[in-house]
């Protein structure tokens, strides 16, 4: 699978080099330079697109923090905050060869068991799936787009 898919978000000119025969990128959060896997091509291009379109800013987005769910350690694709410092969207990114489905949507619920963040997005860079929580009634509504920063 070729890693520098088109993905279906806006493209973006990442400084891509090459080293020891991989492609790394400079990932603006972490502030250094990772690897390219196709899930890491859907998480830069992704967070590209909270900051350049959503109008997320830089300094709320955590990138891979780990968490123990049963006892095994996991790690968050995306997570973005608030100005107070409130959770405010969990995002699980996937390989573009990776189908989104039930199983998917099941990952990200469990990992929002911890965090229970009321807005969760699930993408494979060709496919994205916005979702409303709404804790109090227990139930849940699927969004068009996700909201701009607010």
């Not at 923090?65 to 905050?81: C, E, F, N, P, Q």
């Not at 995002?91 to 949507?105: G, L």
């Not at 496919?127 to 699927?142: D, L, P, R, V």
Request: charged share 25%; hydrophobic share 35%.
């Amino acid at each position: 699978m070729d890693l520098l898919l088109p993905l279906n978000l806006p493209p973006y000119a990442f400084k891509i080099t090459k080293n020891d025969g991989k492609l790394t990128l400079f990932d603006p959060i972490r502030k250094k330079e990772i690897m390219i896997t196709p899930e890491e091509w859907v998480r830069q291009h992704f967070i590209q697109y909270l900051i350049n379109q959503k109008k997320y800013p830089k300094s709320l987005i955590k990138l891979e923090g780990g968490h123990k769910l049963a006892g095994m350690s996991r790690r968050t694709d995306i997570l973005v905050y608030n100005q107070q410092g409130d959770k405010l969207l969990l995002v699980e990114c996937k390989s573009p060869s990776v189908t989104i489905n039930q199983k998917t949507f099941d990952q990200v619920a469990r990992y929002n068991l911890i965090h229970k963040v009321k807005l969760l997005a699930v993408t494979n860079g060709l496919k994205h799936y916005y979702c409303n929580i709404n804790f109090e009634s227990n139930t849940y509504s699927f969004l068009d787009d996700l909201p701009n920063y607010q």
